[in-house]
């Protein structure tokens, strides 16, 4: 099973800057089948990127996913006020498909 | 507009059982991979199993497999979980989404309590 490691627990971050965004893989990410997710309180989470740097359909640009390997990072650019929520990362390279156990961006 | 509605959760006790149900719309259901996900309280998505567009395959984690079962109907564009031994730790929320690999769509999820 392929474990995955976000980082940082919490970012504390103000609209307008620039969020970074941790996945670590405990082996290495097949083909970079590698996904983010976002969760807001009392939400399902909402699809952001697939393949490590696809955008799913109607994702605005200033998210972006990069990496490979055992390394994955989400950038989030210009926060807006909507951003701020949990992120996961999940792995598609292998079964049982897996989730980190995320990232919480707040406002500071 | 793709959409998926959960349905069955509630409260159980150990060792009981419960069918959870997942209807489907807005899409070719039958062309599609289909999954459940849960979501204990204050915890991270678990990934719980998948089934392939004509139900041919099925996959599961561990934590679940030889309890949980899932099918599907195609001609009624729906999806199932079938819980059984249930246990204090499957208490969650659980989701029908779209997808074997990543999960495009999301129900809002159904709440299942395993507790006596």
């Known amino acids: 099973e392929i474990v995955l490691t976000q980082s940082p627990d919490t970012l504390s971050l103000s609209p307008g800057e620039r969020a970074t965004l941790s996945c670590r893989a405990s082996?290495?990410?097949?083909?970079?089948?590698l996904a983010w997710y976002q969760q807001k309180p009392g939400q399902a989470p909402r699809f952001l990127i697939y393949?490590?740097?696809s955008r799913a359909t109607g994702i605005p640009d200033r998210f972006s996913g990069s990496g490979s390997g055992t390394d994955f990072t989400l950038t989030i650019n210009r926060l807006e006020p909507e951003d701020f929520a949990v992120y996961y990362c999940?792995?598609?390279?292998?079964?049982?498909?897996?989730f980190g156990q995320g990232t919480k961006v707040e406002i500071k | 507009e793709m959409q998926l509605v959960e349905s069955g959760g509630g409260l159980v006790q150990p060792g009981g059982s419960l069918r959870l149900s997942c209807a489907a719309s807005?899409?070719?259901?039958?062309?599609?991979?289909m999954s459940w996900v849960r979501q204990a309280p204050g915890k991270g998505p678990e990934w719980l199993a998948n089934?392939?567009?004509?139900?041919?395959?099925?996959y599961y984690v561990d934590s679940v497999k030889g309890r949980f079962s899932i099918s599907r109907d195609n001609a009624k564009s729906s999806v199932y979980l079938q819980m059984d031994s249930l246990r204090a730790e499957d208490t969650a929320l659980y989701y029908c989404?779209?997808?074997?690999?990543?999960?495009?769509?999301w129900g809002q999820g159904t709440l299942v309590t395993v507790s006596s």
């Open positions: 989404v779209s997808g074997g690999y990543f999960f495009g769509t």
């Open positions: 807005g899409f070719n259901f039958s062309s599609y991979w």
């Open positions: 089934i392939k567009q004509d139900g041919s395959e099925k």
């Open positions: 082996q290495s990410v097949r083909s970079n089948y």
């Open positions: 393949a490590a740097s």
């Open positions: 999940q792995q598609y390279s292998s079964s049982p498909r897996t």
